[in-house]
Protein backbone atom coordinates (compact mmCIF):
# COMPACT_ATOMS: atom_id res chain seq x y z
CA UNK A 1 0.00 0.00 0.00
CA UNK A 2 1.03 3.37 -0.56
CA UNK A 3 0.78 6.75 1.92
CA UNK A 4 -2.60 7.43 1.03
CA UNK A 5 -4.12 3.35 1.97
CA UNK A 6 -4.45 2.64 -1.42
CA UNK A 7 -2.94 -0.58 -3.02
CA UNK A 8 -0.13 -0.10 -5.28
CA UNK A 9 0.37 -2.75 -7.49
CA UNK A 10 4.07 -3.80 -8.79
CA UNK A 11 4.18 -3.02 -12.23
CA UNK A 12 7.77 -4.66 -13.79
CA UNK A 13 9.63 -7.04 -12.46
CA UNK A 14 12.08 -4.19 -11.11
CA UNK A 15 9.44 -2.94 -9.02
CA UNK A 16 9.13 -6.51 -7.55
CA UNK A 17 12.54 -6.40 -6.43
CA UNK A 18 12.64 -3.02 -5.18
CA UNK A 19 9.95 -3.07 -2.59
CA UNK A 20 10.96 -6.99 -1.34
CA UNK A 21 12.19 -6.66 1.93
CA UNK A 22 11.72 -10.59 2.36
CA UNK A 23 10.96 -13.72 0.50
CA UNK A 24 7.42 -13.58 2.20
CA UNK A 25 6.85 -9.70 0.94
CA UNK A 26 8.51 -11.04 -2.22
CA UNK A 27 5.81 -13.76 -2.79
CA UNK A 28 2.84 -11.58 -2.16
CA UNK A 29 4.86 -8.72 -4.78
CA UNK A 30 5.37 -11.25 -7.56
CA UNK A 31 1.08 -12.83 -7.16
CA UNK A 32 0.22 -9.06 -7.21
CA UNK A 33 2.79 -8.57 -10.28
CA UNK A 34 0.75 -11.40 -11.49
CA UNK A 35 -3.08 -9.96 -10.73
CA UNK A 36 -1.47 -6.76 -12.08
CA UNK A 37 -0.97 -8.34 -15.69
CA UNK A 38 -3.37 -10.14 -15.80
CA UNK A 39 -6.12 -7.63 -14.56
CA UNK A 40 -4.55 -4.85 -15.16
CA UNK A 41 -5.22 -4.59 -19.00
CA UNK A 42 -1.44 -5.50 -20.53
CA UNK A 43 -2.74 -6.63 -24.11
CA UNK A 44 0.17 -6.18 -26.22
CA UNK A 45 3.44 -7.58 -26.67
CA UNK A 46 5.68 -4.42 -26.51
CA UNK A 47 3.30 -3.45 -23.68
CA UNK A 48 4.16 -6.72 -21.75
CA UNK A 49 8.11 -6.35 -23.19
CA UNK A 50 8.09 -2.75 -20.98
CA UNK A 51 7.15 -4.85 -17.76
CA UNK A 52 10.15 -7.15 -17.91
CA UNK A 53 12.83 -5.37 -19.09
CA UNK A 54 13.58 -2.98 -16.92
CA UNK A 55 16.62 -5.26 -14.71
CA UNK A 56 15.60 -5.48 -10.87
CA UNK A 57 18.20 -4.84 -8.23
CA UNK A 58 19.77 -8.40 -7.29
CA UNK A 59 18.16 -9.53 -3.90
CA UNK A 60 20.68 -12.09 -2.47
CA UNK A 61 22.52 -9.72 -0.45
CA UNK A 62 19.02 -8.08 0.86
CA UNK A 63 17.35 -11.13 2.83
CA UNK A 64 17.61 -14.39 3.56
CA UNK A 65 16.43 -16.39 1.03
CA UNK A 66 17.07 -13.35 -2.02
CA UNK A 67 19.57 -15.73 -4.26
CA UNK A 68 15.97 -18.17 -4.94
CA UNK A 69 14.30 -14.45 -5.33
CA UNK A 70 16.62 -13.81 -8.01
CA UNK A 71 16.68 -17.22 -9.67
CA UNK A 72 12.98 -16.84 -9.75
CA UNK A 73 12.85 -12.95 -11.71
CA UNK A 74 14.85 -13.88 -14.13
CA UNK A 75 13.15 -17.47 -14.64
CA UNK A 76 9.76 -15.61 -14.61
CA UNK A 77 11.22 -12.77 -17.03
CA UNK A 78 13.01 -16.06 -19.65
CA UNK A 79 9.61 -17.70 -19.50
CA UNK A 80 7.32 -15.31 -19.92
CA UNK A 81 9.35 -13.98 -22.85
CA UNK A 82 9.58 -17.03 -24.69
CA UNK A 83 5.51 -17.73 -24.17
CA UNK A 84 5.18 -14.33 -25.29
CA UNK A 85 7.32 -14.51 -28.20
CA UNK A 86 9.37 -11.47 -27.29
CA UNK A 87 13.17 -11.14 -26.62
CA UNK A 88 14.29 -12.69 -23.33
CA UNK A 89 15.39 -8.82 -21.65
CA UNK A 90 19.72 -9.25 -21.83
CA UNK A 91 19.70 -9.15 -17.71
CA UNK A 92 18.15 -12.43 -17.15
CA UNK A 93 21.58 -14.06 -18.55
CA UNK A 94 23.49 -13.17 -15.66
CA UNK A 95 24.81 -16.31 -14.30
CA UNK A 96 24.35 -15.13 -10.23
CA UNK A 97 20.82 -15.83 -11.15
CA UNK A 98 20.90 -19.04 -10.37
CA UNK A 99 20.34 -21.57 -7.39
CA UNK A 100 23.15 -23.69 -6.46
CA UNK A 101 21.06 -26.25 -4.86
CA UNK A 102 17.54 -27.27 -6.06
CA UNK A 103 14.41 -25.58 -4.40
CA UNK A 104 11.27 -27.54 -5.29
CA UNK A 105 7.79 -25.70 -5.09
CA UNK A 106 5.29 -28.63 -4.38
CA UNK A 107 6.80 -32.12 -2.10
CA UNK A 108 5.40 -33.38 -6.00
CA UNK A 109 9.48 -33.82 -6.95
CA UNK A 110 9.56 -36.44 -9.41
CA UNK A 111 6.18 -34.70 -11.28
CA UNK A 112 7.83 -31.36 -10.98
CA UNK A 113 11.48 -32.40 -12.23
CA UNK A 114 9.71 -34.12 -15.42
CA UNK A 115 7.49 -31.00 -15.70
CA UNK A 116 8.83 -28.06 -14.74
CA UNK A 117 10.02 -25.53 -18.19
CA UNK A 118 13.47 -25.03 -18.90
CA UNK A 119 14.01 -21.86 -17.70
CA UNK A 120 13.50 -22.56 -14.21
CA UNK A 121 15.17 -25.66 -14.47
CA UNK A 122 18.04 -24.29 -15.53
CA UNK A 123 18.34 -22.35 -12.39
CA UNK A 124 17.29 -25.48 -10.24
CA UNK A 125 13.83 -24.15 -9.58
CA UNK A 126 11.64 -26.97 -9.84
CA UNK A 127 7.83 -25.19 -10.13
CA UNK A 128 5.06 -24.83 -12.81
CA UNK A 129 4.76 -21.26 -13.35
CA UNK A 130 1.56 -19.40 -13.81
CA UNK A 131 0.62 -18.42 -17.31
CA UNK A 132 0.03 -14.30 -16.62
CA UNK A 133 -0.12 -13.04 -20.42
CA UNK A 134 -2.17 -14.12 -23.08
CA UNK A 135 -2.09 -11.74 -26.21
CA UNK A 136 -4.95 -10.34 -27.23
CA UNK A 137 -5.93 -10.25 -31.23
CA UNK A 138 -6.62 -7.44 -33.12
CA UNK A 139 -6.08 -3.94 -31.92
CA UNK A 140 -4.83 -2.38 -29.05
CA UNK A 141 -7.63 -1.15 -26.72
CA UNK A 142 -7.72 2.53 -26.03
CA UNK A 143 -8.64 4.55 -23.44
CA UNK A 144 -12.20 6.11 -23.14
CA UNK A 145 -10.32 9.69 -23.42
CA UNK A 146 -8.17 8.81 -26.38
CA UNK A 147 -11.91 7.91 -27.89
CA UNK A 148 -13.21 11.15 -26.71
CA UNK A 149 -10.72 12.98 -28.23
CA UNK A 150 -10.86 11.22 -31.55
CA UNK A 151 -14.30 11.68 -31.92
CA UNK A 152 -14.15 15.87 -31.21
CA UNK A 153 -11.47 15.83 -33.53
CA UNK A 154 -13.34 14.04 -36.48
CA UNK A 155 -16.59 16.26 -35.23
CA UNK A 156 -14.45 19.15 -36.03
CA UNK A 157 -13.20 18.01 -38.78
CA UNK A 158 -16.95 17.38 -40.19
CA UNK A 159 -17.63 21.22 -39.14
CA UNK A 160 -14.96 22.81 -41.10
CA UNK A 161 -16.23 20.62 -44.05
CA UNK A 162 -19.95 21.77 -43.93
CA UNK A 163 -18.77 25.19 -43.11
CA UNK A 164 -16.59 25.07 -46.46
CA UNK A 165 -20.11 23.44 -48.39
CA UNK A 166 -22.12 26.54 -47.10
CA UNK A 167 -19.44 29.35 -47.83
CA UNK A 168 -19.29 27.94 -51.45
CA UNK A 169 -23.07 27.50 -51.70
CA UNK A 170 -23.02 30.97 -50.65
CA UNK A 171 -20.83 32.50 -52.76
CA UNK A 172 -22.09 31.02 -56.35
CA UNK A 173 -24.52 32.67 -58.65
CA UNK A 174 -27.77 31.28 -58.77
Known amino acids: MNVSGTLHRPKTLQDIAESSTSIEEFGRN ?3 WQHEIQRGGVHSRKEFASRLTPEPPRLAERFQDGVLADAMLAAYAEWLADQAKIPRP ?5 SNRVREDPWFGSPLRGWL ?3 TPASFRHRNLFTIP ?3 FTPKRGRPQKSREHKAQKAAERQRAYRKRVRKLIQAARTQPL
Open 90 to 94: DWCKD
Open 30 to 32: LRD
Open 130 to 132: EQV
Open 113 to 115: IAN
